[in-house]
C-alpha cells in the first residue's frame, strides 16, 4: 500500500521555525521526484519546492527561496522541508507529492491529479 505521510506542522510565530517531514512506503522512493505543495485557506494549490530523485538539485517558488530548504533521504525514505523566517502568509495545509521519474509536475497552478501520490496533508499555521 502506497502512503506518503506528513508530520511537523503546527504552530509557530512569525520568524520562527518548522520542519516538516513526509515518510513515503510503498513505492521506490528513489524512483521519485518530490514535491511540497500547500493550500492557504480559501485559496488554490500553490507549488512550494520539488527535489529530483538524487538530492542534488532542488527548485524553489520565489516566496520559499532563502527562507526554505527541501532535502531527502533515500535511505529512510524521508523528505524534509526546513522552513525558516516564518511568515502569517506562510499558512497553509502542506502535502508532499511524488512524480515518478521520466515526467514532472507542472509548477504553476499545479494540480492533485498531476502526481502520482499525494499525502494527507499537516497544517501549518504562522501566528503571533
Known amino acids: 500500500q502506497v502512503q506518503l505521510v506528513e508530520s511537523g506542522g503546527g504552530l509557530a510565530q512569525p520568524g520562527g521555525s518548522l520542519r516538516l517531514t513526509c515518510t513515503g512506503t510503498?513505492?521506490?522512493?528513489?524512483?521519485?521526484?518530490m514535491y511540497w505543495i500547500r493550500q492557504a485557506p480559501g485559496k488554490g494549490l500553490e507549488w512550494v519546492s520539488d527535489i529530483e530523485h538524487t538530492g542534488r538539485n532542488t527548485y524553489y517558488a520565489p516566496s520559499a527561496k532563502g527562507r526554505f530548504t527541501i532535502s531527502r533521504d533515500n535511505n529512510l525514505n524521508i523528505l524534509n522541508l526546513q522552513m525558516d523566517s516564518l511568515k502569517p502568509e506562510d499558512t497553509a495545509v502542506y502535502f508532499c507529492?511524488?512524480?515518478?521519474?521520466?515526467?514532472?509536475?507542472?509548477?504553476?497552478?499545479?494540480?492533485?491529479?498531476?502526481?502520482?501520490?499525494w499525502g494527507q496533508g499537516t497544517q501549518v499555521t504562522v501566528s503571533s
Open positions: 507529492a511524488a512524480k515518478r521519474l521520466g515526467s514532472t509536475a507542472q509548477r504553476t497552478n499545479p494540480r492533485a491529479g498531476d502526481f502520482d501520490y
Open positions: 510503498g513505492f521506490t522512493f528513489v524512483h521519485y521526484r
